[in-house]
């Protein structure tokens, strides 16, 4: 267990925008940064990022918090991981105190993640140290050009060409058999026998965006062998294929700080690149490109340059990728090598500098590049010029934007000199085709309703899980949230002499009991800090260990708006902040939820008198409801609201 004197000193030294900005393109707007949500598929920014505050709210999620939060939410890591990705982001010593039951052993995915690690390091130990490495996997490296510098950085690596020298050395370390297998760096066979997956290959470990090795590729070297070129690590509950890019973790901030994303295929790509200097490129690590990994790109950038083979399978997958870049809101140019040349050797053969010229004057947009492909098959056949038309024009169907699909129409009437209107005609037929097939997808989709008072339900587990409510507020309960509105945002605010906002909130709220289970255990938590003596603030809540309450507190001290200083610097309408009417915000607040208390109480004793069979029965709730309707009227004048009679 990490102490809370190094929780402190880590929580002093994060800056969440840094943080985050790792992860998520941000731009800033107003005080707060603003992005692309990395936990949904959206084309309007509404990941917020507060600053001053250290918070973030995602509001097409409704997931919030800290940069603790955040890595949880994100990378899946536990609150200690997190703590010991930031303590050692800002170079921050961890202190920390060991329990018998707190072994990340006893956690599957933590655990596969420390084998992982074991065998990154076994993997270099011998490309660096033993002769097997150095003398066949060191010399396939150099033969690539790779300095030594690199091949550390990358953390490449060797598996000696022995049935099971790794799988030996890893189980008398102490490493489970099972974590071996499931992470397949073992491959057990029926009989119980097993042989490691990568002997004989050079190693590529595959990171996550954090850094963490999260499987890895590895090559054959001896030529002739019947057995496949690659392999890759099988799917994980830490590694998915589809959904990871090669070098992401070495590239993220060099292709935010470019504004674009270089896309190759292989490892090699991707290595070469960095070398000469050229590290916004992430590579697809052989696998046809996948609508997720376009997503991971989008988070850093909305420009993509293809770099692949000038062969006729680059060719193809180019064209492949391209509309699915397109449909999810994204531009991008092609860059095809001359034949025998991909972006390994050629800048290996040309240079980082010349290399870069070359993309620069030979990168195509995705018109460009799909007329000269396919055109080049037509032989002024009109049928097939037809045909190479309609694929055009569906590509730019897939294009969200209206305003760039009406650009590219135009310059495709342009390069295939065809009338402007005949193409525009046969992109409206298109998309009324696509939005009537998502139409039927929908209807297809069977009626559903969740049972959410099962116990088991987990509506992460479903396709199509009805959206999750962003706060977990009862909305006939505003008041209520206004209450633990103000005592997250003025918890600590001096109301009078020594009395805080949240001691004053407790004293004059005695008497009310929440509706709502959440915001009554806030409340409740924070009568009972207040109690013991102990200080409440934003950041008391900011860190909760109950995550529904980490939620609430970024919901509630973000707005997915905010107010444009336009308003006082342009016309001069000057705009009080809720602070310097705090007393009356709280006092209003007060009164308003005591108002609804009344009124529940009115209208129950008003069910009562219409059941009553006594006189004297009667007569008590007459007298209860002429006091109710005073105390409602005497609350009214504080509120200043007009009593109809």
Known sequence: MITKETIDRIMDAVDIVEVIGEFVHLKKRGVNYVGLSPFANEKTPSFTVSPVKQIFKDFSTGKGGSAVTFLMELEKFSYPEALKWLANKYQIEVDEIRKKDDSPENDERESLFIVNEFARNYFAETLFEREEGVNIGQSYFKERGFREETLKKFQLGYCADRWDDFTQAALKSGYKEEYLVTTGLTIKKDDGKTFDRYKGRVIFPIHSLTGRVIGFGGRVLKTGEKTAKYVNSPESIIYHKSQTLYGVYFAKNKIRDEDNCFLAEGYTDVISLH????????????????????????????????????????????????????????????????????????????????????????????????????????????????????????????????????????????????????????????????????????????????????????????????????????????????????????????????????????????????????????????????????????????????????????????????????????????????????????????????????????????????????????????????????VKKDISTELGAVILK
């Open 275 to 630: 070398q000469s200097g050229i590290e916004n490129v992430v590579a697809s690590s052989g696998t046809s490109l996948t609508v997720e990994q376009i997503r991971l790109i989008n988070r850093f950038t909305q420009n993509v340059t293809i770099l692949y083979d000038g062969d006729a399978a680059g060719i193809k997958a180019s064209l492949r990728g391209i509309d699915m870049i397109l449909e999810e809101g994204l531009n991008v140019k092609i860059v095809l090598f001359p034949d025998g040349h991909d972006p390994d050797s050629y800048v290996r053969t040309v240079g980082g500098t010349a290399f870069k010229e070359y993309v620069k004057e030979n990168q195509k947009d995705f018109i460009l590049f799909k007329t000269s492909i396919l055109l080049q098959d037509t032989k002024n056949d009109p049928l097939k010029k037809a045909e190479v038309i309609r694929d055009i024009v569906e590509s730019i169907a897939k294009i969200p934007d209206s305003i760039k699909a009406s650009v590219f129409i135009s310059e495709t009437s342009r390069l295939l000199q065809m009338e402007e209107r005949i193409l525009l005609s046969e992109l409206n037929k298109l998309k009324l085709k696509n939005a009537k097939s998502k139409d039927k997808e929908r209807e297809s989709k069977p009626d559903f309703t969740p049972d959410y008072d099962d116990p088991n339900f987990d509506p992460r587990a479903l396709d199509y899980a009805e959206p999750q409510a962003e706060v977990p507020v009862d909305n006939e309960d505003p008041q209520e949230e206004e209450i633990i509105r103000l005592l997250v945002n003025y918890s600590s605010e001096v109301w009078e002499e020594e009395l805080s906002v949240a001691q004053f909130l407790i004293h004059a709220l005695d008497d009310i009991e929440f509706g709502n289970r959440l915001l009554g255990t806030f409340f409740e938590e924070v009568r009972f800090k207040l109690n013991e003596g102990e200080t409440v603030n934003d950041r008391f809540f900011i860190h909760h260990p109950n995550n529904d309450i980490r939620d609430l507190t970024a919901t509630l001290l973000t707005s997915p708006y905010s107010l444009s200083e336009n308003w006082e610097k342009m016309h001069d309408i000057p705009v009080p902040d809720e602070k310097s009417k705090l007393k009356q915000a709280v006092l209003s607040a007060v009164y308003h939820i005591k108002m609804r208390k009344v009124m529940r109480l009115i209208k129950e004793n008003q069910e009562k008198m219409k059941t009553a069979t006594t006189d004297d029965e009667i007569i008590a709730l007459q007298t209860f409801h002429i006091q109710l309707t005073q």
